[in-house]
């Protein structure tokens, strides 16, 4: 079974500052997907950023950047310069790849706080 | 391009009432899943749809049922309502059940809708 442990319930920021938000997982299936997504106050769950079990390098996007460390089963997002709007709750999830069972696992997620 | 579209936003039920809920998929995309989330139980997959058939299905009981259209649109029913089943209703799409990298690019990631809150009395 698949699991997802995010152990920051909350955490603040100040504007313009880099963040760190922590994820780890377990899993026996060696080929695995990690996303992050962002969920405002409106509820859309929106899709940041992607890191496959097998890719050579860590992935970034534009602010967001992943840091993966497949020995330690850990996926941490890193929000650099960070705004305001970025002010959200965020969840780590995971997907087997190749065995069908398609289903999201997600974390129990982290609120991020910008402060001005 | 328009995004996942779920109707209602909102709704009220009281106990043994049934809920229908509709997510339009985002144009072009034919896998479409439902989660559920609870403040007390995280977000859970429900069920996925792929080309009319239900390809996947959590831990839930048969009261939570599902289908998909032949134009992707997907509906799910609640029956006999209880009070545990207030929540919001995450509807997301795909192009297909499957993660790909096409040059460098992912496709298959899963894009939500706003949800569906169910508020049951």
């Known amino acids: 079974a698949q699991k997802i442990t995010q152990t920051q319930p909350g955490m603040f920021v100040q504007e313009k500052e880099a963040v760190t938000l922590d994820c780890t997982y377990d899993t026996s299936d060696p080929s695995y997907g990690l996303f992050w997504y962002k969920q405002p106050s409106s509820g859309e769950m929106i899709f940041l950023i992607y890191?496959?079990?097998?890719?050579?390098q860590n992935a970034t996007e534009g602010r967001y950047s992943l840091n993966f460390q497949k020995a330690r089963k850990s996926a941490n997002l890193v929000i650099s310069a960070s705004q305001l709007g970025d002010s959200a709750m965020y969840f780590c999830a995971m997907r087997e790849l190749y065995t069908g069972r398609r289903a999201l696992t997600f974390g129990s997620g982290t609120r991020l706080q910008v402060q001005p | 391009k328009a995004g996942v579209t779920q109707t209602p936003r909102y709704l009220i039920k009281t106990r043994g009432q049934q809920v229908t809920l509709s997510c339009s998929p985002i144009?072009?995309?034919?896998?479409v899943s439902w989660y559920q989330q609870t403040p007390g139980q995280g977000l859970q997959f429900l069920f996925e749809y792929f080309s009319e058939t239900q390809r996947n299905k959590g831990n839930f009981p048969g009261r939570f049922s599902g289908r998909q259209f032949s134009n992707s649109r997907s509906e799910m029913n609640v029956s006999t309502l209880e009070l545990g089943d207030s929540a919001l209703y995450l509807c997301?799409?795909?192009?297909?059940?499957?993660?790909?990298?096409?040059?460098?690019?992912?496709?298959?990631?899963?894009?939500f809708g706003e949800g569906s809150r169910l508020t049951v009395l």
């Open positions: 890191q496959g079990s097998y890719d050579q």
């Open positions: 144009s072009g995309h034919r896998s």
């Open positions: 997301a799409s795909s192009l297909g059940p499957e993660l790909v990298r096409d040059r460098g690019k992912l496709t298959g990631e899963l894009f």
